[in-house]
């Protein structure tokens, strides 16, 4: 199976830079992706990484390692409205189109 | 506007009862998911489906059960072995690349 872990909470405070982790254990993958969610809303796309590296989007980046077994999400110049939860996903090799996705970090951005 | 929609957005079961949670898109995309999200947690995988007429079990899949009849459509049925079904039910769809997830604005499960 597919496991992907996050830290379960992260504050910072608004205007710095803060750094969501995601360590997998999954035997390959064609890629990682990166969700937000608000209290009660749908998670919404933030980023995609198919190959190793950096990916920037605006404030937000996303990193993949596959040699680590890692990525991160890369958020600068944070914002109130930056506080919801971030989720790391990926779709198996194998598996078809079946979507795993991280046990979820919670963003607190404090004034 | 192409997007998912669920219906309803809150939904209020019975004890024993069966309640079936609707998800539609017309964003023509072949793969579909159901998720289960309690507070607080993560999203866990219940159903998926690649294709009309197929589809297979996730990591929770105990006491549902799902129906692909058509592209468009992706029903979801919590019955009544299903012991705890109160939370934040989510439906999405990917496209072929496997990039990026639309999701529904869920539905609100609860037992009452």
């Known amino acids: 199976g597919q496991s992907l872990e996050q830290p379960s909470e992260v504050t910072a405070v608004e205007g710095a830079i803060v750094q969501i982790n995601c360590t997998y254990q999954?035997?390959?993958?064609?890629?990682l992706s990166w969700y937000q969610q608000h209290d009660g809303g749908a998670p919404t796309f933030l980023s995609y990484?198919?190959?190793?590296g950096l990916e920037e989007t605006g404030r937000f980046s996303s990193f993949l390692s596959r040699s680590d077994s890692y990525g991160y999400l890369l958020l600068q110049e944070l914002q109130m409205k930056d506080s919801a939860s971030y989720f790391c996903?990926?779709?198996?090799?194998?598996?078809?189109?079946?979507?795993?996705f991280g046990t979820g970090t919670q963003l607190k951005v404090e004034l | 506007d192409g997007g998912i929609t669920q219906s309803p957005k809150y939904l209020f079961r019975k004890e024993g009862q069966n309640v079936t949670l609707s998800c539609e898109q017309n964003?023509?995309?072949?793969?579909m998911y159901w998720y289960r999200q309690d507070p607080g947690q993560g999203l866990r995988l219940i159903y998926y489906?690649?294709?009309?007429?197929?589809?297979q079990k996730g990591d929770i899949a105990e006491g549902y059960s799902v129906s692909r009849e058509k592209k468009e459509s992706f029903p979801l049925t919590v019955t009544s072995a299903q012991k705890n079904p109160t939370a934040f039910y989510l439906c999405?769809?990917?496209?072929?690349?496997?990039?990026?997830?639309?999701f529904g604005q869920g539905t609100r499960l609860t037992v009452v």
């Open positions: 999954t035997s390959g993958f064609y890629g």
């Open positions: 990484n198919a190959l190793d």
């Open positions: 996903a990926v779709a198996p090799l194998g598996g078809g189109n079946k979507l795993t």
């Open positions: 964003l023509n995309h072949d793969a």
């Open positions: 489906s690649q294709i009309v007429n197929d589809f």
């Open positions: 999405a769809s990917i496209d072929r690349s496997g990039t990026e997830a639309f």
